[in-house]
């Protein structure tokens, strides 16, 4: 598990579900876009990377290995927010939450705890849910042949 290529899908996800959501925007009357969408891209990218896991190793991560990427990707994923939230503004609407709150204030750190905990769960439970299944589509696909 690479947390380069966790880091790729996670802003190619973010930056084209926001895109789309405006683009939904200026043709849906009401609002398109929920909190929902700062999770997405986390879960995508840490089910990719369980599934590339076991298709290179063959077997599923053991706990260590994935608590430490697990750990590695909230940290990316963290970043990553502050970067996209202070750095597209106007672009990335649910992401620009963060930055209405002034940096280091006690909004600021209990935002960004928030989200530091829902990647954590989200990269735990994607990770292992890619591997799991990448393991089975395996698995399949030697007892088809």
């Not at 960004?112 to 399949?140: E, I, V």
């Amino acid at each position: 598990m690479t947390l380069w290529r966790y880091a790729l899908v996670f802003l190619a996800v973010a930056i084209g579900a926001s895109l789309a959501v405006q683009a939904l925007q200026g043709r849906v009357a009401g609002v398109v876009g929920s909190s929902a969408q700062l999770m997405v891209p986390a879960m995508i990218a840490a089910l990719i990377e369980g599934q590339q896991f076991v298709r290179h190793n063959g077997r599923k991560p053991e706990s260590r290995e994935i608590w430490g990427f697990v750990w590695g990707a909230t940290g990316v994923a963290v970043a990553l927010n502050i970067g996209l939230s202070f750095a597209g503004q106007g672009y990335f609407p649910e992401f620009e939450k963060l930055a209405i709150a002034r940096v280091f204030s006690k909004q600021f750190m209990i935002l960004l705890g928030l989200y530091a905990g829902g990647y954590l769960l989200c990269n735990r439970f994607f990770a292992g849910l890619g591997a799991g299944n990448q393991l089975s589509l395996m698995k399949d696909k030697d007892d088809t042949e």
